[in-house]
């Protein structure tokens, strides 16, 4: 659906150079939830604008449906722009004009009839669930709210793409939630592609089916959301998945020498890591009784990711040494990462 | 009242339906010059806007040579304008006394001022806000109609309260040196002639004429600010 290749963008920034995007080749596929993940300045923002063309890559080809869209200029250019829809980290209303309007305005002049606008529009509305709000200001409303807006009027002119600037990092978790699900009923409903571009890696946990991961204006690592989140390969991706686990925060307890992991003798502080898709049996209950041993979980964060579950636990593990050893390996037989933080 | 009146204003009585044709003759000059002054003022302020670095219509030598010649311009006292500029005036007005005369010195005076009091109105518009009309493929021509002139209309009519008024006061100006109006009847009737009530009544008139644009400005804000 969306094919990038090659994309190249440098900046001059007080004479000196700078990287926002450097050879970037993706594809994105129709229907899918995509999200490019990358810290501030990372290049993502550039990158979802060559999309659009907003940002014209200084090299390398933007293709939309197999069309060369860096060929087009002009007229072309706009019509073409009209089927990729577009909503903004701060929302990018008119404060002049009501929400109505603010819909309205991308099909002002597409040839429908004045009542026939108002009524795409507020069907619009009533999909993003502020039928209500048509009349008022967008200073009128929440965050959330304004949001919506946008995506409405971003769907005004029937697009088959959205692109998503930072959606979501101006709303409270809360609000965030409701916009991600929106996003996702919306990619069901419409078969509408989007394209998200964030710093919150429970953004990209939460609806994307795909992901990129860009530091310095390279996509470092992509795939599947799933693979990503277990198998991070570079430390920008492993910095973004520990954000959203707190398996980490046993280094803390150690650094820290708290009371919860003075370990006996025998005693041995593991870390069981799910790798796999099939990670689902009573692994905990099966060892202890397998292998003669008591676990005691320190930290634990398993969360669903594309129907599968993912993270992990730590556990301080009392036991026979070789019953410990015995059962490590039977963990890393059936495909659990077993990491030994701390032996008495 | 009328006593009241002539006690403290003695030499204004006589003059009344002088101070009224000045009055109208300021109206005059103000309303006349302030079309063009708007029209063409607003014109280079979105040519200054579109032309300037990272606009819609990015073009350094465009935005140079205006920015130098309002520069230019701004830089010189009106007084001296008036002067400097009564042989074009003779040409194109066909005249340089009186009402007709003052036009055209007015909007050289004037537009330089109100095409910088546009840039700065336009260029509050919030960039996203073009971006966003860019993404739904809006032209160039919709961008500057639909989004900044749209979007600036409070910001625009504080500019423009504050040109006219300027505007009022520079016709006063150009009254003392010979283009009728209030200025120049409290310069020929009371200055003069050492009337000083009919100094103050002229201010008069003046102050209440401002008072008038700014209430209206202030309420065109007001409502169009959302």
Sequence with gaps: MIRLEHITKTYVNAGKKFNAADDVSLEIKKGEIFGIIGFSGAGKSTLVRCINLLERPDSGRVFINDKDITALRGAELRRQRKKIGMIFQHFNLFASRTVLQNVIFPIRYNGLSAAERRKKALELLELVGIADKAGAYPSELSGGQKQRAAIARALASDPEILLCDEATSALDPQTTEAILKLLKSLNAKLGLTIVLITHQMNVVKEICDRTAVMENGRVVEQGDVFEIFANPQQPVTRSFVDTTSCLSGINTLIEEKSPLVQLKPGQKILRFKYLERSACEALVSTISRKFNIDLNIVFGSIEIIGDNPIGGLVVIADGNEDDIRAAVKYLCDINVGVEVILSA | ?226
């Design chain 2, 1 to 226: 009242m009328r006593e009241f009146f002539e006690s403290i204003m003695p030499n204004v009585i006589p003059k009344l339906p002088a101070l009224w044709n000045a009055t109208l003759e300021t109206l005059a000059m103000t309303g006349i010059s302030a079309l063009y002054i708007l029209v063409i003022g607003m014109a280079l302020g979105i040519l200054l806007t579109v032309t300037k670095k990272g606009g819609l219509l990015e073009n350094a030598v465009v935005y140079r040579v205006l920015d130098i010649i309002i520069n230019l311009l701004r830089s010189v006292p009106f007084i001296i304008l008036l002067f400097l500029l009564i042989p074009l005036t003779r040409i194109i007005s066909g005249t340089s006394i009186g009402v007709a005369g003052s036009i055209f010195p007015l909007i050289v005076g004037t537009v330089p001022f109100f095409s910088r009091q546009a840039e700065a109105a336009l260029a509050g518009v919030n960039p996203g806000l073009i971006e966003a009309a860019q993404s739904m493929g809006c032209s160039k021509l919709g961008i500057i109609f639909r989004v900044y002139l749209r979007e600036s209309i409070p910001a625009l009519s504080r500019g423009i309260t504050i040109t006219l008024i300027n505007l009022v006061g520079l016709t006063a100006m150009a009254g003392a040196v010979g283009a009728g109006g209030l200025g120049n009847f409290a310069y020929v009737q009371g200055v003069q002639r050492n009337y000083y009530d009919i100094i103050v009544a002229a201010v008069i008139v003046l102050v209440l004429i401002v008072q008038v644009i700014q209430i209206i400005g202030n309420i065109i804000a007001k409502k169009t600010e959302k």
